[in-house]
């Protein structure tokens, strides 16, 4: 696939296969294969912070600007993303071979982060960060509607999200003071 950055800068995941030889403890990349191309890319500076892989699912998270979108450049699959900020945190859950399956973005009316996501055995998925401002979390697309507003405390307030693996919000938490927290 051809890679051609928009806006400031991009973010970019590459996907190969690997092939595990038994008992020799050694991957390879599978022969012939051409690697799968993820990129988020939109209108101001978009990147990728946050990337989590557990069997079939991956989830990536990081920031964008007012309008981006992540795209498979080898499927041509694509999710679109809007935010009130000139940066704006973002998580989103990818297929198997890279397509982006949902995302959120955190709304905020200063700036938000995505910098930590981890997914643990029961298919639950966390998103950490920081946000200025107030930072209003809502589920996926499709999924059953919820939302939290986490208040301004000052500088930058930590939160810790959860969320199911269909992109249903279940909780957010913040943490605050008057000066930076992350």
């Not at 809007?82 to 959120?104: I, R």
Request: hydrophobic residues 30%; proline residues 3%.
């Amino acid at each position: 696939p051809t890679v051609i950055s928009e806006g400031n800068e991009d973010g970019y995941v590459a996907y190969h296969q690997f092939i595990y030889a038994p008992g020799s403890g050694i991957y390879s990349v599978a022969p012939s294969e051409t690697p799968t191309i993820i990129q988020v890319k939109g209108s101001g500076t978009e990147s990728i912070r946050a990337i989590h892989v557990e069997d079939n699912n991956t989830y990536i998270g990081g920031i964008h600007g007012q309008s981006a979108s992540i795209e498979n450049l080898n499927t041509g699959n694509n999710i679109s993303m809007t935010g009130n900020a000139t940066q704006n945190g973002y998580f989103a859950k990818l297929d198997a071979v890279g397509n982006p399956l949902w995302s959120v973005t955190i709304q905020s009316n200063e700036t938000s982060a995505v910098t930590d996501v981890y997914e643990d055995e029961n298919d639950f998925v966390y998103f950490t960060g920081y946000h200025l401002g107030e930072a209003t979390f809502n589920s996926a697309s499709g999924a059953p509607a919820n939302s939290i507003t986490l208040e301004d405390h000052g500088g930058k307030n930590a939160y810790l999200a959860g969320y199911t693996a269909e992109g249903e919000l279940l909780w957010a938490l913040g943490s605050g003071g008057t000066g930076d927290i992350e």
